[in-house]
């Protein structure tokens, strides 16, 4: 989406339009001059560090779980851990590419256009597929409750990754259009240029950002068309007091939820021009901390939704942490014992 790097643009306090110049200056482009605000070397760091911080922790924990689901087939032959598994690594890739964008952006500020255009379509390939996804996954747990009988002749393995290869071709369709119109309308010096790298520097031609507000808008309405029938079918369900049915009514409420935190970035600057006007001294201050607390924070929600909600993924996360640092130990005491035997 494209909003996903105006907000890692808008962490470096700035806005420029086409190829950009050295900082600390004023710049003009096509007639608009733009005063450049930089961060100090102290804020910079910080930034950097927290944002790194954030990536790896956040990005240890969703590994942990892939680590999990592809240890244990329960997960693999189960429709749901497959489309969950799936929302997982697009968040690992998200955010590792907020991260690498964000840390780039300090340390050599432009990129070359072609290094930059495989960033661009990868990010932009996880940001589309995320939404589809929770659709998804809100029409598999409707599958389970309101058909029960049916749900394992429905929701098979091999449809899950028939879904998920058309959750990826459907991407596919939205980005590698504005490819192919780039790669008609640039010219060859353009991609052995240097821009700042983020989606409008690239994609430039105006075509490209008509469609893909269309396309986002009518994938966002989508997926919350399916999410309030899922849930309001799901509901119905639940009055029977079923404990399924209330634990699959609060999931879809919680994919709804993370939906949300999908749309706050099209208000991302919205919010970011709201506070500070309230505060205008902290305008870097708070680019930063509403890019952090849109983009990589709410990557937090996947592993809460099943690592910590769900008995039986929980019980095998448990069974693995446990259990690798037992044999460990039990490894560590045996060579204190026994230092030249060979395990």
Not at 17 to 41: A, E, Q
Request: glycine fraction near 2%; aromatic fraction near 12%.
């Amino acid at each position: 989406m494209p909003s996903f790097f105006d907000a890692w643009r808008s962490t470096r306090g700035l806005w420029c339009d086409g190829v950009t110049k050295p900082l600390d200056r004023l710049m003009n482009f096509s007639n608009v001059t733009t005063v450049i605000v930089r961060d100090t070397l102290q804020a910079a760091i910080i930034k950097n560090v927290i944002t790194v911080v954030l990536c790896i922790s956040i990005n240890c924990i969703n590994g942990t779980l892939v680590h999990t689901f592809t240890k244990h087939q329960v997960f693999n032959m189960n429709p749901r851990y497959i489309l969950y598994i799936h929302l997982v690594i697009n968040d690992i890739v998200l955010l590792t590419m907020f991260t690498l964008l964000h840390v780039l952006s300090y340390i050599v500020f432009t990129l070359n256009v072609s290094f930059c255009t495989v960033l661009v379509l990868v990010s932009v390939f996880v940001s589309i597929n995320n939404p589809l996804t929770l659709g998804a996954m809100a029409v598999e747990c409707y599958v389970a409750i309101c058909f029960p009988l049916r749900h394992s002749r429905i929701c098979t393995v091999k449809k899950t990754y028939a879904v998920i290869g058309l959750i990826w071709m459907l991407s596919s369709l939205v980005i590698l259009p504005d490819l192919f119109v780039t790669l008609a309308t640039e010219s060859t010096e353009f991609f052995h240029s240097r821009v700042f790298c983020f989606l409008t520097n690239i994609f430039r031609h105006p075509y490209i950002r008509e469609k893909r507000d269309i396309v986002n808008q009518v994938f966002m309405v989508s997926v919350w068309i399916v999410l309030f029938y899922t849930y309001f079918r799901i509901l119905t369900t639940a009055k029977a007091a079923a404990t399924d049915a209330k634990k699959a009514r609060n999931t879809v409420l919680l994919h709804g939820f993370q939906l949300l935190l999908c749309m706050l970035t099209y208000v991302h600057f919205l919010t970011i021009e709201g506070l500070t006007s309230l505060f205008p001294k902290a305008g870097l201050a708070i680019r930063f901390a509403v890019s952090i607390f849109i983009h990589v924070l709410p990557r937090l929600i996947s592993p809460v939704v099943y690592g910590l909600r769900d008995k039986t993924f929980r019980k095998y996360l448990k069974n693995d942490l446990f259990c690798s640092t037992c044999a460990d130990t039990e490894q560590h005491k045996r060579r204190k014992i026994n230092p030249n035997r060979t395990l």
